[in-house]
């Protein structure tokens, strides 16, 4: 036998007021409904478990709800319950002396960098993982987690990790944190522990990293640029370095893979003064005109640490990431996550884990890698038919691409595109405060777009290229 209040509804807080109990709920409904407490469509609780709530009799609670049906403040079907009428919401009065504003419309298109196709996420693919993850999840995934993550999805990154991206990765080696920003906070605390004072960082990157390391009490020194990527050769001359932040495998914004005698540049002054070289692997799986360039992590795995998401392969909204650590570091790592896991939901790891241990992460990439390529190929050509002057570079890899423009024109570029439309940044934006200014150019993120936008983004692009 049931209890009697467990039924359907909503649950709802009501006080009472009034000499008469019908008269006093009627009064309280109209006031939650008119407060906005309850909202259009909300279906009530019904009449014998309202009554039970508030202690009075089945009855009082029936014919209040009948005469607000009457009312029209509450519509009542069979089947479908007793539920808030669908009122007209009353007019704000206008005042004579405020004139109204048309609403300030966004960009019809986007080429912004930094994000994948988000109409391509694999929403069936994933439902059938999260099925089958949650059928075989063990009753403690449902409680706070090891501050390393899921030992299941820890277990096949390191299987994919060392197969995609030459990585040195033992599960035990792997903490997963919610995106490449969670992880560089723990590295920032970390490396105050460790008392280093300034991490070196490339001329061009995002400054919402170098503000984090800056906030965790760091200095951060820029490395030179050219065509070759970071002149690695220099962090000797930065006195006080303990550290580096590069993008080996795809420079951003740049687009440039670091040159092979700058990674062992990297790796020789990590090794000759104990420093560490974090590794941002953004996009290292998107390589379109050769075999990706391996993760730096593999040339020396006590020394790098490696920091990857599926922020670019999937989406940037299911916060999922990972550092691959230095052994003695992984210590040091918990002890700035804390005691459990907090931030990284057990479902989504052991939906990321079956996803991958089923081959449709691999499938997924693959597909999304010729896709990406055909819109790359699809932007170099439209650009050398309607914008010849226009070079594009850094297109060897990666979901963005970078225009070269007239010196001078990149932001009266970029307002023209916003005439037409569209949202687009210039390189500018990523280039550190200390780097000497460079040439003016657009980074086009050719991965942004739907498929259905795609045209006109692109056409978007070519009316505003000078």
């Excluded at 420079?251 to 003064?273: C, I, K, N, S, Y």
């Amino acid at each position: 036998m049931t209890d009697p209040w467990a039924t359907f509804g909503a649950d709802l807080h009501l006080e009472l007021r009034g000499s008469g109990l019908r008269t006093g709920l009627m009064d309280a409904l109209r006031e939650a409904v008119r407060g906005g407490r309850l909202a259009p469509g909300t279906r009530l609780p019904s009449s014998r478990s309202l009554a039970a709530d508030l202690g009075i009799a089945r009855n009082t609670v029936a014919d209040a709800y009948a005469e607000l049906v009457a009312e029209g403040w509450l519509t009542a079907q069979q089947g479908s319950g007793t539920r808030v009428a669908r009122r007209a919401a009353p007019r704000k009065a206008a005042t004579g002396s405020v004139k109204a504003t048309p609403a300030r419309r966004g960009p019809q298109y986007s080429l912004l960098a930094g994000s994948p196709d988000l109409a391509s996420f694999p929403r069936a693919q994933w439902l059938k993982a999260a099925r089958r993850a949650l059928t075989a999840a063990p009753h403690e995934a449902f409680g706070y987690g090891d501050p390393r993550g899921r030992i299941e999805l820890r277990t096949v990154l390191a299987d994919y990790l060392a197969r995609a991206r030459g990585v040195y990765a033992a599960p035990e080696r792997i903490v997963i944190c919610s995106g490449f920003v969670h992880g560089l906070t723990l590295l920032g605390k970390m490396l105050r522990r460790r008392r280093v004072r300034e991490v070196a960082v490339e001329s061009y990157g995002l400054d919402v990293h170098w503000n984090l390391l800056t906030e965790a009490g760091m200095r951060t020194p820029a490395l030179p640029f050219d065509e070759l990527g970071s002149q690695t050769g220099e962090l000797g001359a930065l006195r006080g370095v303990g550290a580096v932040l590069l993008t080996p495998a795809h420079q951003f914004p740049m687009g440039a893979a670091l040159h092979p005698d700058r990674r062992a540049a990297a790796v020789d002054w990590a090794r000759g003064t104990g420093g560490l070289i974090l590794e941002d692997d953004y996009d290292g799986e998107f390589r379109y005109d050769r075999q990706p360039v391996g993760a730096l992590q593999g040339l020396d795995p006590d020394r790098v640490v490696y920091l990857g998401t599926a922020s670019k392969s999937l989406a940037p909204g299911l916060r999922l990431g990972w550092m691959v650590l230095p052994e003695d570091l992984v210590g040091q790592a918990l002890e700035a996550k804390g005691s459990v896991d907090w931030v990284s939901s057990a479902l989504d790891q052991l939906t990321l884990a079956e996803f991958i241990a089923s081959g449709a992460y691999d499938r997924h990439v693959r597909g999304m890698r010729l896709r990406y390529r055909r819109r790359r190929d699809q932007l170099v050509r439209e650009l050398a038919e309607r914008a010849p002057e226009i070079r594009v570079s850094g297109i060897a890899a990666g979901l963005h691409a970078v225009l070269e423009l007239p010196p001078g024109t990149e932001h009266s570029v970029i307002q023209a595109a916003a005439w037409h439309g569209l949202a687009v940044v210039g390189v500018s934006r990523f280039r550190h405060k200390d780097a000497p200014r460079g040439r003016d150019a657009l980074v086009v993120g050719y991965a942004t777009p739907a498929d259905s936008s795609w045209a006109g983004a692109l056409d978007a692009l070519c009316r505003a290229l000078p």
